[in-house]
């Protein structure tokens, strides 16, 4: 008798479990598609950021109020394949692997811009193998839903760029007393060149890391400007690339 109640137990229980994961599934995959359209109300690592006195200055922008330069200087900075992987920049992973395994205690990483987005929007902060797991799969969900121009439009949004400043707008007004849409090519590096770690290479004041980044982002940037992918991102409905 108590067999069979246990067993019963079991099978009730699993199929609560079986409900239960297939409503989080259905409620996270309804949630991707309105971030297609909808900005993240607010992430994990901004509501940390609030709580622990850092702050919060954000101001989300459609991505037809930030200025090419802003777009191009973030790929530049951080992305260069963005506009030709499939969310992964498989040799750059295997190149800081590789890395990491030689260097423990300095470790680098290799997240392209989609990665990023997924991990800001989704997730939290560190370096757990379930996050990871976590980051692949939401990364794969954007790129199959929301596409590049989406993508890139959400990571200037939600992406720190200093204590307490997230998003291109916030850092725009913040350390230029101007909106995206006016930034130029020089304030739009420097702003990307604090990226690996906007808490500790600050724009204002001007870090030396920054100072001395900000110079081969420039020139990344230059490098890119003529492709016809990167074109088609940062100007969508214009040919030509015109920031000063």
């Known amino acids: 008798m108590a067999s069979k109640q246990s067993s019963s137990f079991f099978v009730r229980f699993f199929r609560f479990v079986k409900r239960l994961l297939l409503w989080l599934f259905v409620l996270q995959l309804v949630y991707i598609i309105a971030l297609k359209w909808v900005n993240p109300p607010v992430t994990i690592t901004q509501l940390v950021s609030l709580l622990q006195g850092d702050g919060l200055k954000r101001d989300y922008v459609d991505v037809n109020d930030m200025s090419a330069a802003a777009k191009l200087s973030v790929m530049a900075a951080e992305d260069q394949l963005f506009p030709d992987h499939n969310g992964f920049d498989w040799k750059s992973i295997e190149k800081a692997m590789d890395y990491n395994k030689r260097k423990p205690n300095r470790v680098r990483g290799a997240s392209t811009i989609s990665q990023q987005t997924a991990k800001n929007v989704f997730l939290w902060q560190g370096r757990s193998w379930f996050r990871k797991g976590l980051e692949l799969y939401f990364t794969q969900m ?93 100007y969508p409905a214009q040919k030509s690339f015109k920031s000063k």
């Open 142 to 234: 954007i790129e199959w839903i929301w596409g590049k121009e989406r993508i890139l439009e959400v990571y200037l949004n939600v992406i720190e760029m200093g204590r307490g400043v997230y998003g291109i707008e916030a850092a725009a007004r913040t350390y230029f007393k101007k909106p995206a849409r006016l930034l130029n090519k020089n304030e739009a590096a420097q702003i990307a060149a604090c990226l690996p770690n906007p808490k500790k290479y600050t724009v204002k004041p001007l870090s030396r890391y920054v100072s001395a980044r900000s110079g081969w982002v420039l020139r990344q940037m230059n490098n890119l400007e003529g492709d016809a992918d990167v074109q088609r991102l940062i």
